[in-house]
């Protein structure tokens, strides 16, 4: 998938939009996300099959960690 070598190639805290296919598609990035320790930014499903998502490399820094 286009999405996984892209974000492979991100520094840590960068972001790219992708598109998706369907709600399937779109349930995949979420999981591929968590499993991998990406962050799923943002998504918005303009129909059941045509939608985009915002992914970032990384997980956002936690503040409480940092007190």
């Given amino acids: 998938m286009a999405l996984m070598r892209t974000v492979e190639q991100m520094a840590e ?3 790219a939009e992708f598109a998706v296919a ?3 598609e779109l ?3 979420r999981r591929w ?3 991998t320790g990406n962050t799923l930014v ?6 059941q099959d045509t939608g ?6 990384g997980r956002p820094r936690n ?3 940092m007190i």
């Fill in 63 to 65: 503040p409480g960690s």
């Fill in 52 to 57: 985009r998502v915002t992914v970032g490399r």
């Fill in 22 to 24: 369907s709600a399937s």
């Fill in 33 to 35: 996300c968590e499993k």
């Fill in 27 to 29: 349930d995949l990035v």
């Fill in 42 to 47: 943002s998504t918005l499903m303009v129909e």
């Fill in 13 to 15: 805290g960068d972001t």
